[in-house]
């Protein structure tokens, strides 16, 4: 074993009993390759002198025209993930479908982005695109059990990540922008049955409640939890990314700090009590929502710490004994931090979009630093007045993109909070960022480029372009002693400022023997205007929303009195920006026609 590895070893507590030594693993086990969220690869075939040599093995397309903002987890030579319907099982050196297994959504309205799996004892944990939480047999893909967790109808959503440990499977609820009042779930593993519940959202008697000084808002107060959770093993301790409060802009609808919106949530993992938080933004107006997995870390004098990427485009680390805030470093533009926001139009970096994502810091041990991608995109915010409809979108005003949306990786020292490098990229950065033991560190953007980074100095050493954005994971991993990188490419969603693609998972090692395999996994048999439905379920409804009125001052509902079929199908195919463009190369005229009929005698 080599002297990076023993001392990788010895930092991260996999060394134990004298002249003894634990073997690391070689698989992606679950979304941040440890419950700590530092995904941290031990693996170091792969390092700075032949990171150039990587090329592609293989790629399979997983769906049809979707959002893909899964991470991947790879495990006993497969690697599992899913877009919003579909969840497949992959040969993790061929690219060979083993199982594929189609959702039938129960609910009329059925969202379009889903954010990964979690893969416990043998089983599959996910949400679905119409509120439930399902578990799979990961060997066959069978469906062995089904939870109702969320309601649809009120804009209740189920994109997060579950968390699996201990027989235990956590996930949250999303849906901030309808209104819903968030909350994070326990639930037994084997039976599917729902242990203990906490609201994200305080009423009553509950600590926070104080904080609505309206306290009919706090039944609508937002705090949607849609990305991924982390787990301290050692205290036993759940850390809950927390959204933003609903309305999102008219503030004055809900006066007060709005507890625990835009917080990280500590929770007692067994009992769901709460232990503690850290708030980033007290009665928000500019969606600095937490999505991102709050990452676990010890630094020096045996100082715990918690690292939080935000939509307000800081990197905020808070020390977990004292909770006192160590350091706040910015990691994108900001800028034009406003009180409050004006009628006339107010333009702030970032926010809307912008800022850290679903994809949050990672822990290079190697260096000590934070690495951290993030979305560098301002925006004009118009105040207006919110009115609650149930399940129904409503700001409390508008917003729109001002300028061109680029991105940014970070390198930040963990215990001061110094920049120690960055580098623009030519489009926003929301996939995950995987530092290894090879001293190089994986990421890539939504321009479709696959990027793999000197970790000590940030030089770029390697630039592919896998013709696809990439929002989801990227991971690495080992068999038979060969270390293999898999990302996800290919995205069609409202966070799609670059390239777009079919969903799809492209595996590359060193110096690759024979050309590239690609491999079609999907099969469509649903034809007409059910067909319409389901592309609107997967492709529209992540902007447009599932009832198509999600785009302030465009609402597909009222589209039928503006629009015949004739003039709907020629703006799908030819849209005014920032509406992508799929036609011909997503969808076909088949394809367009059934959407256009969907949307005018469905959603109407």
């Known amino acids: 074993m080599s002297k990076t590895l023993i001392l990788s070893g010895l930092l991260s507590g996999s060394l134990c009993c004298a002249g003894q030594v634990i073997a690391q693993t070689t698989d992606w086990l679950s979304y941040n390759n440890g419950l700590d969220g530092q995904r941290y690869s031990h693996l170091e075939s792969i390092n700075v002198a032949n990171a150039s040599q990587l090329g592609e093995i293989c790629r399979v397309q997983i769906d049809g025209p979707a959002s893909f903002h899964a991470g991947l987890i790879a495990s006993g030579g497969l690697i599992y993930t899913n877009t919003s319907r579909t969840t497949v099982a992959i040969d993790a050196r061929t690219c060979e479908v083993r199982w594929k297994y189609d959702y039938q959504p129960e609910e009329a309205r059925c969202g379009g982005s889903n954010r990964g799996l979690a893969l416990h004892n043998g089983r599959l944990y996910r949400g679905t695109c119409d509120g439930r939480l399902i578990a799979l047999d990961a060997a066959t893909g069978k469906l062995l059990w089904k939870n109702v967790i969320a309601v649809p109808a009120l804009g209740e959503s189920t994109s ?31 039976t599917g049955q729902e242990l203990w519940r906490f609201h994200t959202i305080p009423m009553g008697d509950e600590i926070g409640a104080n904080t609505w000084k309206r306290p009919e808002t706090a039944k609508t107060g937002g705090g949607g939890v849609w990305g991924a959770m982390s787990l301290d093993v050692t205290r036993g301790e759940l850390y809950v990314p927390v959204g933003n409060p609903w309305p999102d802009i008219d503030r004055d609808y809900r006066p007060g700090d709005n507890l625990f919106t835009d917080s990280v949530v500590v929770l007692d993992a067994r009992t769901g009590a709460l232990r503690w938080w850290h708030q980033v933004a007290p009665q928000d107006w500019m969606d600095f929502d937490l999505a991102a997995a709050p990452m676990l870390y010890r630094g020096n004098g045996a100082r715990d710490y918690v690292a939080i990427g935000g939509k307000d485009g800081y990197l905020t680390v808070v020390d977990r004994d004292t909770h006192k805030q160590v350091f706040k470093t910015p990691v994108t533009t900001v800028e034009h931090i406003h009180d409050k926001p004006s009628r006339e139009g ?41 009115t609650y409809k149930a399940g129904q979108l409503d700001f409390g005003g508008t917003v729109a993109p001002d300028g061109e949306a680029t991105g940014w990786i970070t390198a930040v020292d963990s215990e001061t909070g110094e920049v120690k490098w960055r580098y623009h990229a030519d489009k926003p950065v929301v996939a995950g960022i995987t530092p290894t033991a090879g001293g190089v560190t994986f990421a890539g953007d939504l321009a479709g480029n696959f990027l793999v980074f000197e970790s000590a100095s940030g030089d770029l050493l390697h630039k592919v372009d896998v013709g696809g954005a990439m929002a989801g994971g990227v991971i690495t991993y080992a068999i038979d002693d060969r270390q293999y990188v898999a990302f996800a490419s290919g995205n069609i969603s409202r966070n799609a400022f670059g390239d777009i693609g079919f969903p ?52 597909l509902s009222k589209l039928a009195a503006k629009m015949n079929l004739e003039d709907a199908v020629d703006y799908i195919k030819d849209p005014a920006v920032p509406m992508p463009n799929l036609y011909p190369d997503l969808i076909d005229d088949q394809a367009v026609l059934n959407v256009a009929r969907y949307i005018l005698e469905e959603l109407n």
């Open 160 to 190: 997060a990540v579950p968390l699996a440990w201990q027989n235990l499977v956590f996930m949250g609820i999303g849906g901030s922008e309808v209104g819903i009042r968030g909350r994070v779930m326990a639930y037994d593993a084997t």
């Open 346 to 386: 107010t333009r702030m970096c970032p926010g809307y979009a912008g800022g850290v994502e679903w994809n949050g810091p990672a822990l290079d041990r190697t260096t000590g630093n934070l690495i951290v991608g993030a979305v560098d995109i301002c925006f004009i915010v118009t105040l207006g007045k919110a």
């Open 504 to 555: 799809s998972v492209v595996i590359m090692t060193l110096n690759p023997e024979n050309p590239p395999r690609a491999i079609d996994a999907t099969v469509k048999d649903v034809q007409g205007i059910a067909n319409g439905r389901l592309l609107f379920g997967e492709v529209c409804a992540s902007c447009h929303g599932t009832d198509g009125n999600l785009v302030p001052n465009h609402p």
